[in-house]
């Protein structure tokens, strides 16, 4: 068994990156892919204890981008494989995310205050230090007793159609995934499941489009996954000759019905061989 989509606390999970490791270890994954969102940093601080361990870790990257077509949605990239290069352009692409990302915080701090809620940066940055995201945002609020839980922060301050939320400038899809291809790595959608495109054949021209813009993998296997998605999934890979890819979107504690591995309830259950054909698409 292998889990290819994980989270440490250099992005949004609540492990370290070696604490993952361990636990990777100790579930006796044969390999573990470090997907944080717009940063490098837990991957670079994992590679060694996962040398020691004998675990195969992947260097992985997760972005957000958005589409242009109908219907117009945010999209997750997974780019795989970056490792070897990632290439002087590709880190000064993702220095601009984090730019905008930061920009995004500021105006974010600004509007929470002006609710008259008590909050600062600092206190935001502390704990998400490389990236910080909403979900960082969330965690501050609850301890602060703003909101009882991450979901009624997001509900209440944070979330697309709650009162604090201010827009992130996203790339666009295509660029992200030639930025992805340029930087040396294998572009492949996350989770499709979750764009939730009702119309089966919407969403097949939804992904036939990324295919075109130069899109090489779907994840196919994923902890939100239905086993319906997953055969669906499976299908358009074949047809479209994309990679198939899959993991348990893990964030420790962040996310605790998501295990490593295995997903909700075991509905993850990746094979070695998945990795090795991805590697081949790489
Ligand atoms: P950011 O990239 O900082 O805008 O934060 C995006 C992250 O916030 C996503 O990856 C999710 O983990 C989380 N998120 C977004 N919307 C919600 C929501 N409505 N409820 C809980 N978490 C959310
Ligand atoms: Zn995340
Ligand atoms: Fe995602
Ligand atoms: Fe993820």
């Known amino acids: 068994m292998i889990d290819l989509h994980t989270h440490t606390n250099a992005s949004d999970g609540s492990y370290s990156p070696a604490e993952l490791i361990d636990r990777a270890v100790a579930l006796q994954l044969e390999a573990l892919a470090i997907t944080d969102h717009d940063t490098f940093a837990g991957y670079d601080q994992a590679i060694r204890h996962a040398v020691e361990a004998g675990l195969d870790l992947v260097c992985a990257i997760e972005l957000a981008a958005r589409t242009t077509g109908t219907p117009r949605r945010t999209i997750h990239l997974l780019g795989y494989f970056l490792h070897t290069s ?6 000064a692409w993702l220095e601009e995310i984090l730019t905008s990302r930061r920009e995004r915080n500021l105006r974010l701090i600004d509007k929470l ?16 230090r490389t990236l910080t995201g909403r979900p960082h945002f969330a965690r501050v609020l609850v301890q602060k007793g703003y909101a009882a839980n991450s979901e009624e922060a997001f509900r209440r301050y944070l979330g697309e159609s709650a009162a604090a939320f201010v827009e992130r400038q996203q790339p666009d899809a295509k660029m992200a995934i030639q930025q992805i291809l340029a930087g040396g790595g ?8 979750r764009l939730n495109i009702r ?8 992904i036939s489009g990324l295919k075109d813009a130069g899109l090489r993998g779907i994840e196919v296997i994923h902890s939100d996954h239905q086993p319906w998605d997953v055969e669906r999934y499976h299908g358009l890979a074949k047809k479209y000759g994309l990679a198939m890819s ?10 605790p019905k998501v295990a490593l591995g295995t997903g909700v309830s075991g509905n993850v259950n990746v094979p070695r061989s998945v990795l090795e054909k991805l590697r081949k698409a790489g």
């Open 86 to 91: 990632p290439s002087p352009g590709f880190r």
């Open 113 to 128: 205050q002006s609710m008259g809620v008590e909050i600062e940066l600092n206190e935001v940055e502390g704990i998400g």
């Open 186 to 193: 294998l572009p492949v959608l996350a989770h499709p499941g």
């Open 199 to 206: 119309d089966p054949e919407i969403e097949e021209h939804f």
């Open 246 to 255: 899959g993991g348990s979107d893990f964030h420790g504690d962040s996310k």
